[in-house]
């Protein structure tokens, strides 16, 4: 009976699903397994089920003799090493539809959160000053105002049909730009990168962790963004240079940034920063910050954690 690893704890569905056909070794507990311990555990798996906080690089892949394929149940592939996968000829799945209408979700609630003040509102109600409406925490709103996506991939295209109800004027760019059908349904007009920076009252991030969008949002560009502009991550932190936005915020030129997403999750980055940026942290006033809950919907990790598992058998089992 071939084996088959689990990285992270999954519903128990999954687990009986996958032990109709294979020893399933899973791990149940609620913090990931470290590198070293799924290394070990997959010495001689034939498939395995990894989710964001694993990686899986060369070192990993030599000690693995008999793994055929690594199923993700993940939207992303930037902490696997598809190269020596495919030397290896291992197949690599994931799962990008399931997971892009909740991380739309959320990235509509930190856009709307950092803009209406709502973190610092909540704070001070409970801090017992507030004692009835005064006139505090006003903000421009979104009605109106240009919202300016940077990524048109399916994340990008489920925060366009999510925010057309709000009424605001949607731009986005992309290297490849959709056919004007889509524009038209989606309510929203292409623009240069330039262009799209110089616009933007909202500029959200929604670009895949790649050589060449690695801390795309750096000192040089955040310069070409409108002032006061309002920043929303919710693809990977280390498209943006944490740094660089703390700067930002702290000269005036940027608004606010609200993230579900940090530089020292990306494990593809080996001189990734320990934690967040502190100086970021420390400006509770211009910031709305998520534990990285894109997907954190209940029923939607299930059909995800199932589809993984389906890969698997789909693959292993013919």
């Known amino acids: 009976m071939k084996k088959v690893v689990i990285s992270n704890k999954v519903h128990t569905e999954v687990i009986e699903l996958l032990e109709k056909n294979f020893e399933v070794i899973s791990n149940q507990n609620d913090k990931p397994l470290t590198y070293e311990k799924l290394k070990f555990l997959c010495k001689d798996a034939h498939g395995v089920m990894v989710f964001m906080p694993d990686r899986i690089d060369k070192?990993?892949?030599?000690?693995?003799?008999?793994?055929?394929?690594?199923?993700?149940?993940?939207?992303?592939?930037?902490?696997?090493?598809?190269?020596?996968?495919?030397?290896?000829?291992?197949?690599?799945?994931?799962?990008?539809?399931?997971?892009?209408?909740?991380?739309?979700?959320?990235?509509?609630?930190?856009?709307?959160?950092?803009?209406?003040?709502?973190?610092?509102?909540?704070?001070?109600?409970?801090?017992?000053?507030?004692?009835?409406?005064?006139?505090?925490?006003?903000?421009?709103?979104?009605?109106?105002?240009?919202?300016?996506?940077?990524?048109?991939?399916?994340?990008?295209?489920?925060?366009?049909?999510?925010?057309?109800?709000?009424?605001?004027?949607?731009?986005?760019?992309?290297?490849?730009?959709?056919?004007?059908?889509?524009?038209?349904?989606?309510?929203?007009?292409?623009?240069?990168?330039?262009?799209?920076?110089?616009?933007?009252?909202?500029?959200?991030?929604?670009?895949?962790?790649?050589?060449?969008?690695?801390?795309?949002?750096?000192?040089?560009?955040?310069?070409?963004?409108?002032?006061?502009?309002?920043?929303?991550?919710?693809?990977?932190?280390?498209?943006?240079?944490?740094?660089?936005i703390a700067q930002a915020i702290n000269s005036g030129h940027i608004g606010g940034y609200a993230s579900d997403v940090f530089e020292f999750e990306d494990l593809s980055i080996k001189d990734r920063p320990k934690k967040i940026n502190q100086e970021l942290l420390n400006l509770k006033d211009k910031t709305f910050f998520t534990p990285h809950l894109g997907s954190a919907v209940d029923e939607v990790r299930l059909f995800i954690e199932l589809e993984a598992a389906q890969n698997i058998i789909n693959f292993l089992y013919h």
């Not at 055929?68 to 799945?93: H, M, P, V, W, Y």
């Not at 909740?102 to 209406?116: C, H, K, Q, V």
């Not at 290297?175 to 292409?190: C, F, G, P, V, W």
Request: hydrophobic residues 40%; aromatic residues 10%.
């Open 59 to 244: 070192n990993f892949l030599d000690n693995s003799k008999n793994l055929e394929i690594i199923s993700g149940a993940l939207r992303g592939f930037d902490n696997i090493d598809l190269e020596e996968c495919i030397k290896r000829n291992i197949k690599f799945t994931m799962i990008p539809d399931l997971l892009a209408s909740p991380t739309a979700e959320l990235t509509l609630g930190l856009l709307i959160g950092l803009s209406r003040n709502l973190l610092i509102g909540d704070e001070y109600v409970r801090s017992e000053k507030f004692k009835g409406w005064e006139p505090k925490f006003f903000s421009n709103g979104i009605e109106g105002k240009n919202v300016c996506l940077l990524g048109m991939g399916k994340l990008g295209v489920e925060v366009a049909r999510k925010i057309k109800g709000f009424n605001v004027k949607l731009f986005y760019y992309d290297l490849q730009k959709l056919d004007s059908i889509d524009e038209q349904q989606l309510n929203t007009k292409y623009l240069e990168l330039n262009d799209l920076f110089e616009k933007a009252d909202y500029l959200v991030i929604l670009l895949p962790l790649k050589n060449d969008t690695y801390h795309f949002i750096n000192f040089e560009n955040i310069l070409k963004i409108k002032k006061n502009c309002l920043i929303i991550n919710t693809s990977r932190g280390s498209v943006v240079d944490e740094s660089a």
